[in-house]
């Protein structure tokens, strides 16, 4: 969507929460090995210290989970001794969405959306030296989508206010390819 064309959507939104979820921008990476990924994702622990924002595995029934913590499954001692986040971790999903696509034949598709944690929010900002603040990012997501035997990683990123400052996109982008690269998963862009 060009400028333009953002313009004329945003005056034609209803709420601030509505033109404020437009501004989710992304780059996809086609994962090359896809054996090598999934073991990495579902087996290691490559992933897990992302939170888990949605996730649905489609095999012989669709399942989908909605990672938002159900804050009242839990004690009050519990809520403020174990730093309990909004979302659940990968780590504590895995084994889960792993016992859903394990067995002799592939999933027909799954999808995850990772967020980054709070408090890797912040150290990402701080570390860029970035004039945003936390409270000012939404969120920085990886989005895996496996179908049609094809798996891509997309990024995302959303912020809680109109910007049409472009960086921390692009330092987001990087930081994703730098992230695959260091785990060895090879891929191509586009």
């Known amino acids: 969507m060009n400028s333009q064309g953002a313009v004329e959507w945003i005056g034609q939104c209803e709420t601030a ?3 404020r979820g437009w501004r989710e921008i992304m780059v996809a990476l086609r994962i090359e090995d896809m054996k090598v990924f999934t073991k990495k994702l579902f087996i290691g622990e490559t992933f897990d210290r992302f939170l888990v924002r949605e ?25 403020e001794a174990g730093k309990i986040e909004n979302y659940s971790s990968w780590k504590t999903l895995r084994p889960f969405c792993f016992s859903l696509i394990k067995g002799s034949k592939l999933p027909e598709s799954f999808a995850i959306v990772f967020k980054l944690p709070p408090d ?21 997501f990886i989005n895996i989508r496996y179908e049609d035997q094809v798996l891509y990683c997309v990024t995302g990123l959303s912020m809680n206010q109109f910007t049409m400052d472009r960086s921390l996109e692009r330092e987001w982008d990087d930081s994703v390819k730098a992230f695959l690269r260091k785990e060895e998963i090879v891929f191509e862009e586009g």
């Open 120 to 140: 890797n929010t912040e150290k990402f900002l701080k570390d860029r030296n970035s004039s945003w603040l936390p409270e000012q990012v939404g969120g920085l």
């Open 55 to 79: 996730a649905s595995i489609v095999t012989f029934n669709s399942f989908t989970i909605d990672g938002r913590v159900r804050q009242g499954y839990y004690s009050e001692e519990e809520l």
């Open 17 to 19: 929460t509505e033109w």
